[in-house]
């Protein structure tokens, strides 16, 4: 056996696909450069011919060694039989449970009783040696719309939360915003209101804003919180720091530079309020969510302690606080106590306020209430990399090659996990992260859900990207248990390069695909109708990453892939010229009703909103952006500083949603359509 060969087997044993197909259909191989990198990334060392040998051989013995799977997956609430070594003897530990649920000697296999959603632990022995299968217990299905709901079609809202505008709030959007949205847009029939996600971005990192790279994804944005809602403490107005906020300057823009340093102060007096002025109920319940969160929030709140002492890039601490697990660490983590307190009370805060908003926008008429989002992965080297080392591929990034998204490919400096090191920890990274997205929603909606099936890992050594196989059965199986326990709706972001059959296997699963209408095209690249969009997902016109209804009809996209120097003046023409096209197709989704003979954006507006409501797909969701009438996205893909990402604040403050964002008539159209309460 060459090297090249056993290189070949090596990183088809770890899952790296030989090659894909690119966005013309053309076979695009992996080099040996980059499997040797993506082995890297696993933890295998392939340096040189012996090391690769030594590696495969290793992998081929710990495979012959065993008997038995390491992990199966069954339904939950069915009895199951399951293949065993004929004589061995077995029995089976449930998950968060103490002793045995059921034993046996194998005849053929193991007869497994029902059990709950969970990773239960068969140990199974043979001639003195035991083995241990990972039993995935899970619901053949995500909860679906009609469950959840009692009602097979539904809308709502998404909105950008940063951007809320409030007459209470001094630049950036918060939590009671968000309530106070909720109960506004329920009161008119919505069943939820999707915002970004409101992932961790870091205590002492302040160049970051994107919600879409988050320093840990299993806590939350403290930078969300309404300072003036905190319980247990002392009224904001008269406490000498509410003027901190009050000379923010409020503008179209977000000022990060100015609301966040201010908040930070007015935080930081409010923990001091609580420690001072609290009575013994906040207390005691600040204590039971330290306890009940356990080591997970410990080990972040220590990372933020930490971070504020060495900045927020772990591979500049001093090498012995670099390993969570050192003694270093556990030193450090009583030198820092009260810090690491204060960590952890913002996340109690954050959390009680965002629970706050899903049981008020419930309250409201709401059937689910909150849509969260879920980002593909966190930022290298801040809070959720450092507490999930061990998991965490190491010198690669997540990406995308050229698709119709980015035709250049995309380098998100997002971390990823490797798959064999998941399965070792069953799945606890994910699951963590999965159960406190869905802990205060009623939809998630999963980024780039392509990424359970293949990752698109980009080296750090200048090699070409290439993909890695995930583990997506268990994968599915991890989101169907968190969405079983919760009762969360479940939204796979499927656009990009979609292996065949890929949404077959989610819509089994009882996920929702996602449809947007800007790239819903025939062949010859005219929209289509929302009349032909499949029934199981959510319908919107646009997302976050996409021009909105009055930018797409101005073309201010163009407009800003010419000031860039993206596309040249003909193509810019060509493509106005294309625009001009696609604006008189969506004004025609109404005229084959007989609704509209004019050109007005009133009238393409309303058209799109109703095509939108009459369409097959079970989910709709209306931007805010669009309810507004804004014009500008609140990002451009491919730039940073160039355009004014993530920083647009609404023109409309959230007081004056009910009577100007013209919500009846958005009911009254999806009323007629069968949707809504």
């Known amino acids: 056996m060459t090297t090249d060969e056993r290189l070949d087997a090596l990183a088809e044993a770890y899952g790296i696909l030989p090659n894909f197909r690119d966005l013309s259909r053309t076979t695009q191989p992996t080099s040996p450069e980059t499997k040797r990198a993506l082995l890297r990334a696993n933890g295998v060392g392939v340096d040189n011919e012996a090391m690769i040998a030594e590696a495969l051989a290793v992998l081929r013995a710990e495979r012959a060694a065993r008997l038995h799977p390491e992990e199966l997956i069954v339904d939950s609430g069915t009895a199951t ?36 959603s969970g990773i239960h632990t068969l140990r199974v022995t043979r001639d003195g040696c035991t083995e241990e299968i990972a039993v995935i217990s899970t619901p053949p299905q995500c909860p ?12 709502g809202v998404t909105a950008a939360l940063y951007g809320l505008r409030s007459s209470r709030n001094q630049g950036v959007g918060d939590f009671e915003d968000l309530a106070s949205a909720a109960e506004i847009i329920g009161q008119h029939g919505a069943d939820f209101i999707g915002i970004n996600p409101v992932h961790n971005i870091g205590w002492n990192d302040t160049d970051t804003i994107s919600p879409y790279s988050p320093s840990h994804r299993g806590f939350l944005n403290t930078s969300h919180i309404a300072v003036d809602q905190i319980p247990g403490t002392q009224k904001l107005r008269g406490t000498g720091v509410a003027s901190k906020l009050e000379n923010v300057t409020v503008s179209e823009a977000i000022r990060y530079d100015e609301v966040v340093p201010a908040q930070k102060s007015l935080l930081e007096q409010r923990y001091r309020d609580f420690q001072v002025t609290s009575d013994s109920a906040a207390r005691s319940a ?56 204060f960590h952890k009370w913002l996340q109690w805060i954050a959390g009680g306020q965002l629970s706050d908003a899903q049981n008020r926008a419930r309250e409201s008429g709401m059937a689910l209430g909150l849509y969260l ?20 591929a190491q010198g690669v990034a997540l990406g995308a090659p050229p698709d119709h998204l980015s035709p250049d490919g995309q380098n998100w400096q997002l971390a990823g996990y490797a798959p064999r090191e998941l399965i070792k920890q069953r799945y606890g990274p994910i699951r963590r992260v999965l159960a406190t997205a869905m802990r205060n929603s ?16 980009i080296p750090d050594d200048g090699s070409p990207g290439g993909y890695i196989r995930q583990p997506l059965e268990a994968l599915l199986a991890m989101v169907a248990i968190e969405a079983e326990r919760s009762g969360t709706v479940v939204i796979g972001e499927d656009l990009g390069l979609v292996p065949d059959d890929f949404r077959e296997t989610l819509a089994t699963r009882g996920l929702y695909g996602y449809s947007v209408l800007q790239y819903e095209r025939n062949r010859k690249g005219t929209l289509r109708s929302p ?92 931007q805010l952006d669009d309810l507004c009438e804004e014009r500008e996205a609140q990002n451009l893909p491919g730039t940073i500083n160039a355009h004014p990402n993530w920083r647009r604040r609404y023109s409309l403050p959230v007081e004056r949603f009910d009577d100007e964002l013209g919500l009846c008539e958005i009911r009254r159209s999806m009323k007629e359509c069968g949707r809504g309460s």
């Open 81 to 116: 039989s399951v293949p065993l070594s004929p004589g061995s003897d077995w029995h089976l530990e449930l998950e968060n449970q103490t002793g045995i649920a059921a034993e046996g000697r194998a005849i053929e296999g193991a007869n497994l009783p029902a059990l709950q």
């Open 144 to 155: 679906s719309v009609e469950e959840a709901t009692g009602r097979q079609r539904i809308w």
């Open 286 to 341: 600040f204590d039971d969510f330290c306890s009940a969160s356990g080591s997970a929030l410990a080990k972040f709140a220590l990372y933020e302690a930490l971070s504020e002492q060495y900045g927020p890039d772990w591979r500049a601490w001093p090498a012995p606080l670099q390993d969570p697990g050192s003694n270093d660490v556990d030193a450090a983590a009583v030198d820092l106590a009260d810090r690491v307190l």
């Open 373 to 392: 989002d879920l980002a593909v992965g966190p930022r290298r080297w801040a809070a959720e990399t450092w507490c999930e080392q061990g998991a965490v």
């Open 442 to 457: 009623g939809v998630l909606r999963i980024d780039h859900v392509l990424g359970m099936n293949r990752s698109y890992w």
């Open 531 to 622: 009349g032909a969009i499949r029934p199981k997902s959510l319908v919107c016109f646009g997302t976050h990453d996409t021009p909105t209804l009055r930018g797409f009809c101005e073309g201010s996209d163009i407009d800003w892939w010419q000031k860039l120097g993206w596309i040249g003046n003909r193509e810019a023409e060509r493509t106005r010229a294309r625009r001009i096209s696609d604006r008189e197709a969506l004004l025609n989704f109404s005229r084959r009703d007989g609704l509209s003979d004019g050109e007005s954006f009133s009238e393409i507006k309303q058209s799109v909103h109703r095509a939108l409501a009459k369409s097959p797909a079970e989910i709709v969701s209306i």
